[in-house]
């Protein structure tokens, strides 16, 4: 008999305009001591699915048909089976541990109510198993720790602890929601061979809901992919990574970077543009394109960055070194890669380029003049003029109340302040059409638009000013893998043709190497390495380099 | 989407808050409410015949006529005449008028200071956040009614006891809008530390946009709807406030009656029986802040997308 | 630091405000006698002079002579505390132990008839200033029904420097009236704090992240998100403290009770400034007092901040 079984599972968001069917007719069987992975982008309705099994669905979303049957229970049938399953036989880990524990409770104290709701145990005794269980998940002094508040715990260690509290009364069935995505590379590894060790050791079915390829490559027996509440394909994972029988699944798995190899171009199955990269930059015909001349167009000095606390009183907390003498030239024309993992001080290192931010010590040099120290305002402007910045959150980086129109314009108008508005018009009909919007684009708000949609958006407002420097902080890893693709060309085609210069940040290495000539790599705000990509990959010179290289979750991995 | 052209009116017609605004009874009702007060505050002349203000029209004989329907009712006096036989209905219409002018001035006097203030102290930060702040907390540690009290006993004490009854409302306006700006202040400050570090903010920075431009072009807009919400609930506060302190008998003075006068003065009927001089205006009061705080609190609702 | 700030403001108060002897000899004194006056009074003295002495006799309780009633202003004080205090008390009382149930039961029933009814009402609450309360309640209960008294304290038993209507029949009567009437403002305030609250944090990730590790819906409401709930609600019944005590300022003009509030109003009628400034004093006082237990308790409640303290100090 199977364990969890999924029958017709519809869904539907009964929302104002229009009703949104988040699963359709959804099919999926899971087996003890499998991991499945749900697969697909956002929208895809892979966290429905998970929190229909819990019955957890947000308002105003609702199961309207099919059934779910635990170890022969219809979770549906009646609506007290639920409350007797949740957390004795399925157990739910959600994506931020930040804010999925109590935070004015202990962790203990969180355990032993778990335990006791479950099981009829006596404080002692469900002290004892709540340690034993922070053991196994791999809290060290599980008993010391015990009485500690979760604000006490890393990010790692608090989603060991939410482990260890969706385990602690032995569930069969474990819906594991992106449990990695919150977390750096080398703790997501640690996490995920955790779930793979206690699917073993106890037997469990895992429902492991992620957008990651890597991550399913490297730890699902099965996957599931969906898009847009279908279930499109499910099968043993190598089949589906390697032989994918639909198109859907074709185009998801070509859009992710490949971690072994560089290649030109991302192929985009779904709709492959006729003519790319040539009649398509309207733009080049404004552009007064700079020769690239074999120079440092970017000399980062000794640059170092502390954060002063101190200002408040309250906190005695010690000033925070976030970047700590870092050097490294770009040259121009090139595609110059910073990576590292959070808090390495990559960002702080962009907004001190882009001038955000100053620096504590050491200087940066823009075309031979130290842009660090430049007083007028005026001066300011032409540097202002040659360094522009995409970045991560299309949500913020573009001002709601403004028209797109509006928004473009707003750097045209100020560093061309003799232009006519009739010409801006066509400058802004020029600069979305490079960035493959249409004209009409212009008389909407951002609101109306995608996330990939947005990031064109900012990319028209940077490539308003002509600049010579880009410098792009993590500007697809809000995206889905698809549209990362996109995006990426499109970076990749404007700097060919228009002889840009990129500062690329991302955490996210396989998109590095298919971007950079030259990376950067961070920890701590201190520079391990720079190197050449490909001797990057092939040659890390050092350890944590290599570390970063062996943890990160390779789709290629599959074929081993 | 479609390629209809998105005039403002078909923008406002298709946005969220239209449409939870037709879904709303409460908010309907009582923007018809406030429009008709509004309405019948300000064309006062035209809604009634009766002046009260007029000496000439007033009659001691129509003294203490009971509201219409009682039994020594006079059809001519909807609600009845007070001590000195104006018409009740007329004088509370002309008082309102008096609240909501004071109400509408004081809080647009505590908005513009408030996130004036507020704005420019968390886009800055720094020394002068840290004064503005500690300011507020200062002056948030004193209730607004003692400090409107505070405010008029001290101008009480610099103008002369001639000029006060002219300068009276003035002094009110200030001394409700003084006591309620740190509200606006907190508020559009915290909004604006959250907007601040969005990227719009960096990037129109780094295209060279100066910063009092971003601080009115950029974040203002976006930091206008909480702004809003405390203003629509600081109108309805400033009223009670202008009542409470007409009430204490430190505001407008009995000459130009405002809806606390009237109240004030129509208490020393209450034990004699002659209810009506401060029942019916208490209750246009509370009908009007009512009225107002329903509003308030349906757009708090709406456009506070944490609670949808 | 606010203690100084509103000590300064009260001390400007009492100088810069209208000329101080005029207000304490008539018409007729000649020149010479008012220089002298000016002189044992100390006002010739340098300001910082004479800001230290009001600092120093403020922090002894002395605050002059009242020029209306010709009597010192600690006396007046000392005289009204007590009534003041017991009315702030009770009303305090009142309105965070049911503000804090009715907003806790609206906060969990989001719908639900008896909800919408507590909130339709709460809201006409905030809408209803307290002097019409207190009207309506002087009309309904003293005026037509003539079950509770419209004015004034009833009996007082003094003990010592305290005087009390705690213990008489008609003092407890008394206070019924203007401590209903006072409470219902901030009442209603707490509800719809506590409630925004409450609502707020059932649909945090931890609210649900227990509610999958099949937790009690009981052991949600009252464990996990009534604790978090109430954190900020310390803040609110330390500001409502405070706010009581302006308030009651209303609530004693309305039923005459003899309370530091009437003392007050009559004092800003009259330019009365010994008594606004010792008012003022007193209530920054308060305010000061009452922010510093508003931290303690913050200290014992919420964990993060007490790990944060202690990590500091060891």
Redesign the interface.
Known sequence: MTFLKINNLSVNYEMRRETVYAAKKVNINVEKGEILGLVGESGSGKSTVGNAIINLIDEPGKVSGGSIILDGTDIYENPENILKLRGKKIGLIFQDPQTSLNPILTIGEQLIETIQTHLKLSTEESKNRAINLLKEVGIKDAEKRFDNYPHQFSGGMRQRVVISLALCCEPELLIADEPTTALDVSIQSQILDLIKKLTKERNLAVILITHDMGVISETTDRVAVMKNGDLVEIGPTKEILTKPKEIYTKALVSSVPPTNKKIDRFKIIEKENKSQGETNIKILNRWTKKEIINQDLVKVKNLSKTFDDSFFIESTKNSVMAVDDVSFNIKEGESFGLVGESGSGKSTIAKMIVNLYSPSAGDIDFDNVCITKINSSKEMMKFRKQIQMIFQDPYSSLNGRLKVKDIVAEPIKLHNSSISSKEIDSYIYDLLESVELTQQSAERYPHEFSGGQRQRISIARALATQPRLLVCDEPTSALDVSIQAQILNLLKDLQEQLNLTILFISHDLPVVRQMCDQIAVLKNGKLCEVSKTEELFNKPSHEYTKELLTLMPKIESIYN | MDNKKLTWFNRVKDSDIYYSFIKSPTAIVSTFILILIFFCSFFVEFVTPYNPFDPSSLSLMDAFTPPSWTEDGLAKFILGTDGQGRDMFATILYGSRISLIVGFSAVIFALVLGVGLGLSAGYFGGKYEMIVMRLTDVQLTVPSILMALLVDGIARGIISRELHDEMAIYVLIFAIGISEWPQFARVSRAATLVEKNKDYVSASTIIGVSNLIIMFKHILPNILRPVLVIGTIGLALAIIAEATLSFLGVGVPPTTPSLGTLIRLGNDFLFSGEWWITFFPAIFLVILAFSINLLGDWMRDTLNPKLN | M?ML??AFVSFS?FNF??DPINNMVGEETSDEERAELRETLGLTDPIYVQFSRFVVNASKGEFGISYQLRRPVSELISERLPATIELVLVSALIALVSGTLLGVYTGINRKGFLSDAILAIS??G???????IG??F??LFA?ILGVLPSFGRGEVVSLGYWSTGFLTLSGLKAIILPSVTLSLFQMTYIIRLVR?EM??IL????I?????????EK?IHY??AL??GL?PVITIAG?NI??L???S??TE?VFQWPGMGFL??Q???F?D?PI?SAY?VF??FV??MI?FIVDILYYF????IR?KAEA?SG
Do not use: C
């Open positions: 606010v700030v509103v108060l405000v209208g809201l006409l905030v809408s209803l200033p307290t002097f019409v009207i309506l002087i009309y005026v925004a609502m707020e649909q945090t990730d931890y649900k992240f227990a509610r999958a590790r099949g937790i009690s052991s464990k996990h604790k978090n954190i500001i405070g706010t005590i302006a308030f300022i209303i003009t007050f109003i004092a800003v009628q330019v400034i606004m003022l209530i920054a305010f000061v922010n409640i919420d964990p993060r790990v500091v």
